[in-house]
């Protein structure tokens, strides 16, 4: 699976900005897609993630709810990650996550792809 992420750039608090990230690959074994975020000195968290299939259900950290929302089209092997009302700690290298999970009779393993990255700098 790979993943080209684009859509970063520079807006000013309170402004919007979409992500979108193009899979390809063996995108049929994707089963759940998502978007992380590391700024600076810090960890890399999940900013929200969906399942590839169906009406999958959405999951977001506090801190995005209600500004950000996360949508994929599976035509396209897109996932967006619409991101409103921008705020100078939302600052942060974003990245396009996906998860793969097989499972033979000896149980499950989970693998996880990355994209590249794309910067988004919010002013204030």
């Known amino acids: 699976v790979q993943l080209q992420a684009s859509g970063g750039g520079l807006v000013q608090a309170g402004g919007s900005l979409r992500l979108s990230c193009v899979a390809s690959?063996?995108?049929?074994?994707?089963?759940?897609l998502g978007w992380y975020r590391q700024a600076p000195g810090k960890q890399r968290d999940l900013v929200a993630s969906?399942?590839?299939?169906?009406?999958?259900?959405?999951n977001y950290a506090d801190s995005v709810k209600g500004r950000f929302t996360i949508s994929r089209d599976s035509a396209k092997n897109t996932v967006y990650l619409q991101m409103n009302s921008l705020k100078p700690e939302d600052t942060a290298v974003y990245y396009c996550?996906?998860?793969?999970?097989?499972?033979?009779?000896?149980?499950?393993?989970?693998?996880?792809?990355w994209g590249q990255g794309t910067l988004v700098t919010v002013s204030s």
């Open positions: 996550h996906a998860r793969v999970t097989v499972t033979t009779i000896e149980g499950s393993n989970e693998f996880n792809y």
């Open positions: 690959g063996r995108v049929v074994d994707i089963d759940a």
């Open positions: 969906i399942t590839a299939a169906g009406g999958g259900p959405t």
